[in-house]
């Protein structure tokens, strides 16, 4: 290794630190971090406990809509971001819905359940599609937009490894989940699909993290349109700045 080698592999050392630490902000803010994993398993986690003790339909399916409108009120008292415990929220609602109208617990379930399985589906047909849902989801946290698609291959095919990745695990989620709904109990239902909130969901954000860490940078557009304000900005002086001196 030579004295003008070094520095190279320390700037390439650094440039792919900076990319891992990027990655890491921006997966933490669009699947919100530990509170997110918070509020997607606490509704589920006190309705099949309340169930579990007293099989009252009503009452856990109160107790669940209470916490998660709990847990929205207390994101608008620290003027956080919503959107994790707003789609919490309805989430809950539906399953509320759906239990009181056909009287059997199983089916508050039964929206999220369908939820993750159009979801599945998603990623793997935007991924066909050659959009991979992961981009469209992760392209306006990293300030590039849709520029990945045609501008950044690498980047596109990172995005469709995670996107495969996400829709595979899901996939693999709902092939335990829909026959226990048809063949378990309420109890024996929730108490699975609680346990399998957060694994898979871990998984299939570190192997995001994996694939994207790997890639090449994102293309800022946002500073790329503003150079190009700047530099139209500049050429605009120097036009009137010349006709001044013209005249």
């Known amino acids: 290794m030579t004295s003008l080698d070094k520095p190279t592999e320390e700037g390439r050392e650094e440039a792919q630190q900076d990319a891992r630490a990027v990655t890491e ?4 803010e669009a699947f919100g971090g530990i509170r997110g994993m918070v509020e997607t398993v606490l509704p589920g986690l006190l309705f099949v406990t309340i169930f579990t003790i007293n099989k009252d339909l009503h009452l856990s399916a109160i107790a669940a809509l209470a916490v998660s409108l709990v847990l929205l009120v207390v994101r608008l008292a620290m003027k956080d971001t919503v959107k994790h415990a ?4 309805f989430g809950v609602a539906f399953g509320v819905v759906f239990a ?5 617990a199983k089916d508050f379930y039964l929206p999220g359940m369908l939820y993750t399985l159009g979801l599945a589906l998603a990623y793997i047909i935007t991924t066909l599609c050659g ?3 992961i981009g469209l989801m992760l392209g306006p946290v990293f300030k590039e937009n849709l520029s990945w698609r045609t501008r950044n291959p690498g980047r596109k095919k990172a995005y469709a490894k995670a996107s495969w990745a996400w829709g595979l695990i899901l996939l693999a989620k709902c092939a ?13 239902l929730g108490w699975v699909l609680v346990s399998l ?13 994996v694939f994207l860490a790997k890639a090449p940078a994102p293309i800022d ?5 503003e150079a190009e304000e700047k530099a139209e900005a500049a050429e605009k ?11």
């Open 221 to 225: 557009v946002f500073a790329e349109m």
């Open 176 to 188: 335990i989940l829909f026959p226990l709904y048809w063949w378990a109990d309420t109890t024996q």
């Open 25 to 28: 902000a921006a997966l933490f």
């Open 86 to 89: 707003f789609s919490g929220v």
């Open 131 to 133: 959009v991979p849902l």
């Open 197 to 209: 909130k957060i694994p898979p969901f871990l998984l299939a954000v570190w192997l995001t993290w």
């Open 237 to 247: 002086e120097r036009r009137e700045a010349a006709a001044r001196s013209v005249d």
């Open 100 to 104: 009181m109208m056909t009287g059997n």
